[in-house]
């Protein structure tokens, strides 16, 4: 069963859209993380499929806009904690060509404001006049993680 486009939205306005939304997000507002994928060649995983120690590949900056959530300060029977999230809104195609040719995924670290952050999940909550032949946006969300916990040596800058 084939899928029909929208009418009053043809591929070339779908198009111009991308165009914009990318010249928008490099070059105006200009806000960027670095992305470390988990190397599965080097990472161990026991029979149950998890691994205790993670490594990563080496990082890449992507450009993306960035919602940084208000810390939430946990009081837990040790003392406080500070918990803290963001979202990252990727444009689906200038993921997709080029020399990205990256999907964020949960697990993945992200070098942000001088933190690391590790994706949560994604979801691709926005489609242009709603038809979903025509999705535009990646949302990840990460959580703050420790620096004790990864295996990151190197930063790129």
Request: charged share 25%; glycine share 6%.
């Amino acid at each position: 069963m084939s899928q029909t486009k929208p009418f009053f939205v043809p591929q070339k306005e779908f198009d111009l859209i991308n165009a914009m939304n990318e010249e928008l997000i490099d070059e105006i507002v200009g806000q960027s993380v670095d992305i470390y994928k988990v190397s599965v060649e080097n990472t161990d995983e026991n029979i149950y499929g998890e691994s205790t120690t993670k490594y990563y590949e080496t990082g890449f900056r992507v450009n993306c806009l960035i919602l940084y959530n208000e810390p939430e300060i946990i009081q837990e029977e040790f003392g406080a904690d500070l918990n803290s999230s963001i979202e990252m809104y990727f444009q689906r195609e200038n993921l997709a060509s080029g020399s990205l040719n990256f999907y964020p995924e949960a697990g993945d670290i992200v070098d942000w404001n001088d933190y690391y952050w590790e994706i949560n999940g994604t979801t691709e909550p926005q489609l242009v006049a709603g038809h979903p032949g025509y999705k535009h946006q990646i949302k990840a969300t990460a959580h703050r993680s420790r620096l004790s916990s990864l295996q990151i040596e190197e930063r790129p800058k």
